[in-house]
């Protein structure tokens, strides 16, 4: 059924009403009739299968059928901190990120960042961001969009430090330290919340790499032995660090 997202939690038997741009979807482009189904999702994990009862001028009425928890969200909470990287390839991160089941986004200034956002451009690309973040979990059917934190300097990151319980630096010359060992050095529980730490084109300096060990007590791991684009870094941890956990492949949980 199609998704939509609804700021209210309502209760089964009630109605509510959809207007804006959900409504010109759900009638112009979806055509759906009185009588057909949604599921709406309120944001915080739960689903509302919903019933089109009536069609009003510029919005439409629907009837809340049931609630439910969704079982979609991984109970593993996996932020990623993105080194700003060039042209597009953000959005291609939060898409996939999104799809794959990740938590939200902080966009980082890094030293070997090409780009540089005002003020004015950062609040525009963080709505771009949360847009492109909205429209892949309703067609991946999620119950969470993934939040997108405002673009932060290293000093601002570290303001976050007591947030996670794990901080994960990918870095290309560490050669020792790999995921696997690091699931297989730590326990992590099934709620943990973890922070992936990705460079932009050119990878973390040595010197920030010292500077996030320090101040975050970042863990620094390798990916392997192939260099991955700053794209795919983050999106292939992700997959692993869910996989690692029965977020990925598993249906018994």
Known sequence: MPRFFIEQSPKPGEKIIISGNDYNHLKNSLRLNLGDRVILSDGTG??????????????????????????????????????????????????????????????????????????????KKRQRWQRVAEAAAKQAGRAIIPEIKEVMSPVQLKNLKNEFDYILLLWEDENQFSLKKFFQNYSVTQTAKILLLVGPEGGFSAAEVEQYKKELGALVITLGPRILRTETAGITALTAVLYEKGELGDLND
């Open 46 to 123: 739960f689903d509302f299968e919903a019933e089109l009862s009536d069609y009003l001028d510029s919005a439409v009425e629907l009837e809340i059928i049931k609630k439910e928890k969704s079982a979609v969200e991984a109970k593993l909470q996996v932020w990623l901190a993105q080194g700003l990287p060039k042209k597009s390839k953000l959005d291609l991160v939060v898409e996939k990120a999104t799809e794959i089941g990740f938590s939200g986004l902080i966009p980082l200034e890094a030293e070997r960042s090409i780009v540089k956002y005002d003020n004015r451009k950062k609040a």
